[in-house]
Each structure stands twice: as structure tokens, then as C-alpha cells.
């Protein structure tokens, strides 16, 4: 089976700049889809490539399952007299366009009925008057996408013009009846607040990040023990060298008399 989706996102943000207004539209065009590997039927007018439908196709079991989506975000900022020429050495009026096209596909494949092995890749390539104004891009965007391994990579880096791809998910996951079990880069979500979640110390994100709605992953080992109904007990521990750099913790979940209620204890390195 295989299903496609189109949205079109327009938004307006304001901001304060230089005592001045600063208006940003950020216009962002989606594409998703959905392949499951046990459903796909080569026909004499199917729309993949040879090698792409055998891809798929030869899989009768039904154990690779493939998604992603394909975006467009264009950001564009008005300066209301408050951009500053360093040629007239004065503030002017002016506007700035950046580009952002962003690509992930999700890959999961059922090596046996409770083992499990997940890759999800997500390539962006910017450009536009932002990029070209900060010669250190390229690192910025690199350096902010890894964890403990080093999974990413730059595949181009222009004047206005660069080209990341990263795995930010990358692990082998053991499940039955009373146990999970994860290993490898992962999201490790005990945070269930839109915007300040003290208790996810594992993968704190930025809130005005809204282009990355997977969020980033950890380096872990995650071992989860269900106990009953909304109940259960889970460890994970990050990838570290030392001790001073050890982010571990542990989370018992029960429900008492209707409540939901959780007991956290963790060790986190200190930042700074």
C-alpha cells in the first residue's frame, strides 16, 4: 500500500529588531508517503524505476517498510529601516530570502517477529541570503545534529549552498509481551508537554525548532519492563567516556485510583 500527502503551511511571525518591525513569512510546501513493502504490485505502468520496484517488491514477506516526506520551507524577512549597509553605513530597507528543502526517509525492517531494526535518514540542502551571510554554516548545522557517534555528514558546502545529511535514528529494538529493549541512536520521550518538559533529559529540543517534529536522538541503551496497566519501569543510559560526562536515568510509571503519576532519578553531566 501506498498513500501520499500535501499540505501548504503559511506562516507570519513578528519580531522586535533595532527598536524596528521585523516581519518573517515562512511558507512551507509537505509531500509524505507511506510504503509498505507486502502491498506493492509491479504493473507494466507502475511509476518506480526497475531497480526501485524490485527493491521492494522482491520482499514477499512484507518485513521492509519504507516512509518519509519531502518539504519546502521558504523563509523570507522584511527589514523595516532597521537593516544595517555597512557600505552607506546606515540602517535601510531591505529583505532577505532563505530556502530550506528537507528530506527524510524512514526505513524499518522486521528481522523476526520481536526483533526489529530502524534507520530513518534526514537530508536538508539550504540556501539563499542567511547561508551566504555566515561563512561557518555548513559546521554550525553539522555540529548541532550528532550525539555521542558522528552520523552525519556535509555533503556540500557552497558560498550559499549546503547540502547535510544525518541518521538521527539508527537502533536494533527487542519487544514482547513485557519487555523493550533498545540499542543505538533513538528518541527517548518522557516528556509528554508541548514546550517545557523538565523530566526529558535525554533529548532537550528547541520549542521555535518546528521544522523538526521527530526531534534529535541520543546514543542510548533503553531496557523498559511493562508491569500492568500504565504501568512499567524503564533505564536508559547515553553513550559516555567518563563518568563526568554520564547521563542515565530511571523512570517508574503507575497509575493509582484513576491518577497517572511518575518517580524519575537520574544522573546528567553538568553543562558549563
Known amino acids: 500500500m501506498m498513500s501520499f500527502g500535501i499540505h501548504i503551511i503559511i506562516s507570519v511571525l513578528f519580531y522586535s529588531l533595532i527598536m524596528k518591525r521585523l516581519l518573517s513569512i515562512i511558507i512551507c510546501f509537505y509531500i509524505g508517503f507511506n510504503i509498505q513493502a507486502q502491498d506493492i504490485i509491479p504493473e507494466p505502468d507502475t511509476i518506480f524505476t526497475s531497480s526501485t520496484s524490485d527493491l521492494f517488491t522482491n520482499d514477499s514477506s512484507g518485513k521492509l517498510q519504507v516512509s518519509g516526506y519531502l518539504k519546502n520551507l521558504q523563509t523570507l524577512l522584511f527589514f523595516n ?15 532577505l530570502q532563505d530556502n530550506l528543502i528537507h528530506n527524510r526517509l524512514n526505513f524499518e525492517y522486521n528481522i523476526t517477529n520481536n ?3 530502524r534507520a530513518d535518514v534526514r537530508s536538508r540542502i539550504f540556501f539563499g541570503d542567511l547561508v551566504k551571510a555566515n561563512p561557518d554554516y555548513a559546521r554550525q548545522i553539522d555540529n548541532a545534529n550528532n550525539d555521542y557517534f ?3 555528514l556535509v555533503l556540500l558546502n557552497k558560498n550559499s549552498f549546503v547540502i547535510h545529511s544525518m541518521l538521527d535514528r539508527l537502533y536494533l529494538e527487542y519487544l514482547d509481551s513485557k ?5 543505538g541512536r533513538q528518541r527517548i520521550n518522557w516528556g509528554i508537554n508541548t514546550v517545557w518538559n523538565p523530566n526529558d533529559i ?8 518546528f521544522d523538526y517534529e521527530e526531534r534529535p536522538g541520543s546514543d542510548a541503551i533503553r531496557v523498559k519492563r511493562y508491569l500492568g496497566f500504565a504501568s512499567s519501569i524503564e533505564i536508559a543510559v547515553k553513550a559516555f567516556d567518563t563518568w563526568d560526562e554520564a547521563t542515565a536515568a530511571m523512570m517508574w510509571k503507575f497509575n493509582a485510583k484513576g491518577y ?3 518517580y524519575l532519578q537520574a544522573l546528567r553531566k553538568m553543562i558549563g
Not at 529601516?81 to 529583505?95: A, C, H, V, W
Not at 519487555?179 to 540499542?183: A, G, L, P, S, Y
Open 115 to 117: 526483533l526489529n531494526l
Open 260 to 262: 497517572d503519576f511518575q
Open 202 to 209: 535525554f533529548n532537550a529540543f528547541s520549542f521555535t525548532d
Open 179 to 183: 519487555w523493550e529493549i533498545r540499542i
Open 81 to 95: 529601516g532597521s537593516y544595517p549597509d555597512l557600505q552607506q553605513f546606515k540602517l535601510i530597507d531591505t529583505f
Open 150 to 152: 558522528d552520523l552525519s
